[in-house]
């Protein structure tokens, strides 16, 4: 296994120990540092994300490793220098979204693909073609784990077949991490296709950069649109508020699909020890609301790529009308990829795939909501004054906001950092109930400044309009 090089002879810069990234809450959990170092190791801290572990000589070493890996490290390229590398020929460019060949709305029209995804199937299918065409050997992505085992409910894995690939259908917003396919990966030949949230896609390519026998690999990357990482801890807050205690979970799925039901209306499930299964519409859960923060790792809040902006290719759901009131799902996409672009359109041209030509307008009135909290919110954010190590954004640090929007951001923060440590007291007092009274006078406050056009809203427009 490759072991990474020794800094004080590769590098006379100034380099980061995974320590340094993970006080300074920079660590997404991707396991690139940890691949690369058979000394290393991926486990659970306390908030439920996973982090780094090793030997002090590892750990609070200054480590090349982060800055051939690390997505948040001030050491590394960042998502335009990357992008520029890969796609510097692409037909069309956009701030929001980057450079593209090309965005569409749809679906996947070949069984079982959208019937067996969250959204439309498009990423399972574009999965699935490599395969079949013998793009690639294998594709990295995440499947349901066996918990008893792993102590995990989902991990990354390696499927060969469509078969295989089917598992991993279906949105997991749950910490995973890279390492242990990596390790694979640079252990067995052959080509591979990663699918990845944009962090672990741009760890990849800062890994490719790096490791021949990785850029060798690694041939076609699919992208994920994000709006942040969950912690493990937001499954057990289901569990509590479905009356179930968490050793009887066996499985959760996010979103179960009902095409009677808009795409947008999602629902827990939770399959139990006995066979049996619980459920719940999201808004009916104390911490349902996605966009107050509840359990995100707080290295999303400086992250300023949505759509995958290094990718290959990259999916979202079609969250504008008449898509995200259909059951049955639409898929945003966005080619980056010649190559990829000639296959999809092919498809598209067979019938085996039901698409529309958009343009970045459109991709961007999808995920109005993600793109302002991670590029208005994250120049707001990095106004702030805050400990330890810094990334380098793309985004400039203003303060330029009306007052409501900067009490949103600041909510969203407090949720988000609040909402592990207050879930900890009551697991360790055995009182759900102190969490779950937390977490709805808080989403009452955030939606009251978020969401109110007279009330609370019109007292803040006009006693600090900002």
């Given at each position: 296994?490759?072991?990474?090089?020794?800094?004080?002879?590769?590098?006379?810069?100034?380099?980061?120990?995974?320590?340094?990234?993970?006080?300074?809450?920079?660590?997404?959990?991707?396991?690139?540092?940890?691949?690369?170092?058979?000394?290393?190791?991926?486990?659970w801290d306390k908030s439920g994300f996973l982090k780094p572990a090793g030997p002090a000589e590892w750990y609070e070493a200054p480590s090349e490793c982060v800055a051939q890996s690390c997505p948040f490290s001030p050491d590394t390229a960042n998502e335009d220098s990357i992008a520029a590398g890969r796609?510097?020929?692409?037909?069309?460019?956009?701030?929001?979204?980057?450079?593209?060949?090309?965005?569409?709305?749809?679906?996947?029209s070949e069984d079982p693909f959208r019937s067996q995804g969250s959204s439309?199937?498009?990423?399972?299918?574009?999965?699935?073609?490599?395969?079949?065409?013998?793009?690639?050997?294998?594709?990295?992505?995440?499947?349901?784990?066996?918990?008893?085992a792993t102590g995990r409910l989902f991990r990354y894995t390696v499927s060969r077949s469509r078969d295989a690939l089917m598992r991993g259908a279906k949105s997991r917003y749950y910490p995973v991490d890279l390492a242990e396919v990596l390790r694979e990966i640079r252990a067995t030949p052959g080509r591979y296709a990663v699918v990845g949230i944009p962090c672990f896609i741009k760890a990849i390519h800062l890994m490719r950069a790096a490791d021949p026998v990785v850029h060798d690999r690694v041939t076609h990357t699919l992208g994920l649109f994000c709006g942040h990482m969950k912690s493990a801890a937001m499954v057990e807050s289901f569990a509590w508020q479905l009356g179930v205690e968490m050793e009887r979970v066996q499985a959760v799925d996010y979103r179960i699909k009902d095409e009677s039901r808009p795409a947008n209306w999602y629902r827990a499930h939770l399959d139990l020890d006995d066979g049996s299964s619980v459920g719940k519409d999201w808004w009916?859960?104390?911490?349902?609301?996605?966009?107050?923060?509840?359990?995100?790792?707080?290295?999303?809040?400086?992250?300023?790529?949505v759509v995958a902006?290094?990718?290959?290719?990259?999916?979202?759901?079609a969250w504008v009308e008449p898509y995200s009131s259909d059951g049955r799902g639409t898929n945003v996409m966005i080619v980056r990829s010649k190559a990829l672009h000639r296959m999809i359109e092919q498809a598209r041209a067979d019938g085996r795939l039901e698409l529309e030509s958009v343009d970045a307008?459109?991709?961007?009135?999808?995920?109005?909501?993600?793109?302002?909290?991670?590029?208005?919110?994250?120049?707001?954010?990095?106004?702030?004054?805050?400990?330890?190590i810094a990334s380098a954004k793309r985004v400039s640090p203003s303060a330029d906001l009306p007052m409501r929007r900067k009490l949103v951001y600041r909510l969203r923060y407090s949720i988000a950092r609040w909402s592990s440590p207050m879930f900890r007291l009551a697991r360790a007092l055995r009182a759900p109930r102190i969490y779950l009274v937390w977490a709805r006078a808080v989403l009452r406050l955030y939606q009251a400044v978020a969401w109110s056009r007279g009330g609370l809203g019109r007292v803040i427009d006009r006693l600090i309009p900002g």
């Open positions: 296994m490759k072991r990474c090089p020794d800094p004080r002879v590769e590098s006379a810069g100034r380099l980061h120990s995974p320590a340094e990234i993970v006080r300074s809450g920079l660590c997404i959990g991707c396991g690139g540092c940890v691949a690369a170092d058979p000394r290393a190791s991926m486990q796609f510097a020929s692409a037909a069309a460019h956009d701030a929001a979204i980057g450079s593209f060949e090309a965005a569409y709305v749809g679906h996947a439309g199937g498009l990423t399972s299918w574009v999965a699935a073609e490599l395969l079949r065409t013998g793009m690639v050997d294998g594709v990295a992505h995440v499947v349901p784990a066996d918990k008893g009916h859960l104390a911490d349902g609301d996605w966009g107050a923060g509840f359990f995100q790792n707080p290295a999303c809040d400086w992250c300023d790529d902006e290094t990718a290959d290719v990259s999916f979202g759901d307008d459109f991709i961007v009135r999808t995920q109005a909501a993600g793109l302002r909290h991670r590029r208005h919110g994250l120049a707001y954010r990095l106004t702030w004054r805050r400990r330890g």
